[in-house]
């Protein structure tokens, strides 16, 4: 029997939180006067609702390519989806532990998936909580390339990974001046290198292990026309991210002041400028006798902490942006920038668009420094309060999108590269929610770019300057049918360019139905079907089709 790890559970669904103050640049910007007020919120309902429940289930799992292999199992799981919303918090959470039973040659398992992100307002002069987490499995090859969840209950080709991230956020003022700030302390892990699947002769690169980031920044400034025409404020923020892989480290400190200058009630412009001072380090692999690095027990190389600390990437100096910010309505929010940092030109933004408590849209473009776990962080840090999980009704999985209608709701789509090297990520994440009576959908999509840093004369120096691509897709439907039955939908792709090895691009992809039927006080009985693969240039593709049959019973 295979046990999948536990840890960072009781955080995952012990979340307590408060009011957004996550935003798509870790930097900020000068519109931050304008962000986070309760008043720009779409209407919002309070209430709970929290939905225990067990399962019971019969999953037959047939194999496509490359084999003919059927795998028979039973499924036993419990878990609770809830959802609170209150005033000045919110908080949404799905959490299951799944106990499979194999036959013949299917493999017992034991998994726990989550995914959670709260809110609580701590005092009225805006001091507020974060805190969210995620458990999921996903599929992995020697290139980095991961695939969200089991392919086909293939366990033996799956690793679990998980995060969580805490801390407090302020939005107040003492006369006409504007406070802002917040602090997040967050910590990644991923588990199981040994289920990676290698060309025949390669090396797979080295798989992230864990991580703890440091994200801070505070603001003080002035709106426009309070003292003067113009608003101004002063800002500064740090982000310290430390991976336990090759001891790695991100360092990045900077200072910068801002202005904005309205040109209606709802248009403006803003621009700043500032010095940042950005560093990343770290040692180099243990050698062994021939020369060859060390790989531990774990299948990671092992850090040799007899050498000092390299320098693999530093720059310091000026950083500035100019842009513009258009709040037509608390419902609407979009602004777009374009300036220096990291050396060179840089672009981000974000739209939000609420026409309604129903539905909304969101669209971040992002540029920065960061490490997997940061990554993952960020992404769970901008990830809506208020969401539906979508899961695959056959293995049990998160999908790569929840349905909400606020935030980036697609936090698991972005996993793409599991490397364990730090890199400049750039890229753009779009989701659309709708919820209402009967109905709830949604889709999101999204292109990620990844340039990893490696030290010169170490054992990364073969990744310097290697680029990852990716691009994924993913949407969900349920519907009500009528009073006793629903059905759902859900389907999932994402395709992968490696700029190094020898395996090519990757897509992996997966697609369900399910529909249910009250049979009597909380008891549904559920049938789905699946397919789901992964089809990689220098592999073997493999696909599976799959069928369940199980009943649910929900407590009230």
Not at 210 to 217: E, M, Q, R, Y
Not at 386 to 414: H, K, M, Y
């Amino acid at each position: 029997m295979r046990y999948r790890s536990t840890a960072g559970l009781g955080l995952a669904v012990a979340l307590v939180a408060v009011s957004q103050c996550a935003q798509a640049q870790e930097q900020g910007s000068a519109a931050a006067a304008m962000d986070n007020r309760e008043d720009d919120r779409p209407d919002r309902t309070t209430g709970a609702d929290v939905r225990p429940y067990i399962e019971a289930s019969q999953v037959v799992t047939a194999q496509i390519e490359p084999g003919s292999d059927v795998l028979t199992y039973t499924q036993l799981a419990a878990g609770v989806d809830a959802s609170v919303t209150g005033r000045n918090s919110a908080a949404s959470a799905s959490v299951r532990y799944e106990r499979d039973i194999g036959y013949g040659n299917a493999v017992d398992s034991d998994t726990i998936s989550g995914i959670a992100r709260a809110s609580m307002g701590l005092y009225r002069r805006g001091v507020t909580l974060e805190a969210g987490g995620l458990a999921s499995r996903t599929s992995v090859d020697g290139s980095g390339f991961s695939s969200v969840g089991q392919i086909g209950g293939n366990e033996d080709s799956t690793s679990q990974v998980y995060a969580v991230y805490a801390g407090p956020s302020v939005q107040t003022r003492s006369g006409p001046v504007e406070i802002s700030g917040h602090y997040r302390l967050g910590y990644a892990r991923v588990e199981s290198p040994d289920a990676i699947v290698t060309a025949p002769g390669e090396d797979p690169v080295d798989i992230f292990d864990d991580s703890i980031t440091h994200n801070a920044a505070v603001r003080v400034g002035v709106a426009p026309r309070t003292i003067a025409p113009i608003g101004v404020g002063v800002g500064a923020g740090w982000n310290r991210q430390d991976v336990s892989n090759l001891d790695q480290r991100i360092d990045d400190k900077y200072v910068r002041g801002d202005v904005t200058v309205p040109l209606s009630p709802t248009l403006a412009l803003v621009g700043g400028v500032g010095y940042e001072d950005v560093q990343i380090s770290s040692r180099d692999a243990l050698l062994d006798g021939n020369g060859d690095p060390v790989i531990g027990p774990d299948g990671r190389l092992v850090t040799d902490d007899s050498q000092p600390r390299q320098i693999v990437y530093q720059t310091d100096g000026l950083i500035w942006d100019v842009g513009v910010m258009w709040r037509p309505s608390r419902r609407t929010s979009v602004e777009a920038h374009v300036g220096r940092r990291y050396g060179s030109t840089t672009y981000y933004g974000n739209l939000s668009y609420s026409p309604n408590s129903h539905s909304g849209l969101n669209i971040a473009v992002y540029d920065n420094i960061t490490g997997f776990g940061g990554q993952l962080t960020n992404a769970l840090d901008l990830l809506g309060t208020e969401f539906t999980a979508a899961r695959n009704p056959i293995s049990g999985d998160l999908g790569g999108c929840v349905i909400g209608v606020e935030g980036n709701n697609c936090t698991l789509a972005q996993l793409n590269s599991l490397r364990s090297s730090v890199f400049r990520n750039r890229g753009i994440a779009a989701s659309y929610g709708w919820s209402r009576g009967r109905t709830s959908f949604g889709i999101g999509a999204g292109y990620d770019r990844r340039s990893f840093f490696g030290g010169e004369n170490t054992v990364l120096a073969n990744v310097d300057g290697v680029i990852d691509e990716s691009y994924y897709v993913a949407a969900n439907l349920a519907q009500q049918l009528d009073r006793d039955s629903g059905i759902s939908a859900g389907a999932y792709a994402s395709w992968f360019d490696a700029g190094s090895g020898n395996l090519g691009d990757g897509i992996g992809y997966s697609a369900s139905v399910a529909y249910n039927r009250n049979l009597w006080r909380g008891l549904t009985g559920v049938a789905a079907v699946g397919v789901d693969g992964i089809s990689r240039d220098n592999l073997p593709d493999y696909s599976s089709a799959s069928a369940l049959l199980g009943l649910r019973y929900t407590f009230d």
